[in-house]
């Protein structure tokens, strides 16, 4: 099956912190663009996270994060919100991400590598300058679909597997589900 070529989809995160911004967004999923190219068995390509920045105060970010979190860390943050209640962070995930996986059949397995950290910026009130942003690493991401018959669709899931981006807070495994259908590129 040929599946080079431009792709657009969605994704959906089912859990973590992330996963209540939609309903915050008005919207249940996130914009994605892809480039697959197959040579030799091997798949390669880019992804573009289509929706890559996000903005809510350091008080969202902690309830819904609140669950997941040790007593040391929900500690720290009570201490940051009694110091700073106002405090909004930006979160901005890269612009592009590089695909390697294969496709056997109809069924494809890839990972997604961002290419560059993701920008952290907090302001610690509504007037206030932001602080310096910092980089984290990001999370390789594993995907597995399966293309439709008609070679049009691919359907699948998504999950990270290790520490997530928010620095210190190591995060659960992030996973949902995605869709992607062929789409002529746009230049």
């Known amino acids: 099956m040929n599946i080079d070529g431009h792709w657009q989809g969605v994704y959906v995160q089912t859990n973590g912190p992330r996963a209540a911004l939609p309903f915050e967004l008005g919207r249940d999923e996130y914009a994605i663009s892809v ?3 197959i040579e030799g068995g091997g798949l390669t390509g880019a992804m573009t996270d289509v929706d890559r920045v996000f903005e809510m105060t350091v008080q969202q970010m902690f309830e819904l994060g609140r669950n997941e979190m040790t007593p040391n860390m929900v500690r720290d943050y009570d201490e940051f919100l009694a110091a700073y ?3 909004v962070i930006r979160i901005e995930y890269p612009e ?3 695909l390697n996986g294969r496709l056997v059949e109809d069924r494809l397995t890839f990972t997604k590598e961002y290419l560059g950290g993701l920008q952290q910026t907090f302001t ?10 910092q980089s984290e690493p990001m999370s390789t991401v594993h995907y597995s679909g399966v293309v439709s018959q008609d070679g049009s669709l691919i359907e699948g899931t998504w999950e990270i597997r290790n520490s997530g981006p928010l620095g210190k807070w190591k995060t ?3 996973s949902g589900p995605f869709r ?7 230049d």
């Open 35 to 37: 480039d697959f190219r």
């Open 85 to 87: 209640p106002e405090a």
């Open 96 to 98: 592009r991400s590089d």
């Open 124 to 133: 610690l009130s509504p007037d206030g300058e932001p602080e310096p942003s």
């Open 180 to 186: 992607l259908r062929r789409f002529p590129k746009l």
């Open 172 to 174: 659960p495994i992030y």
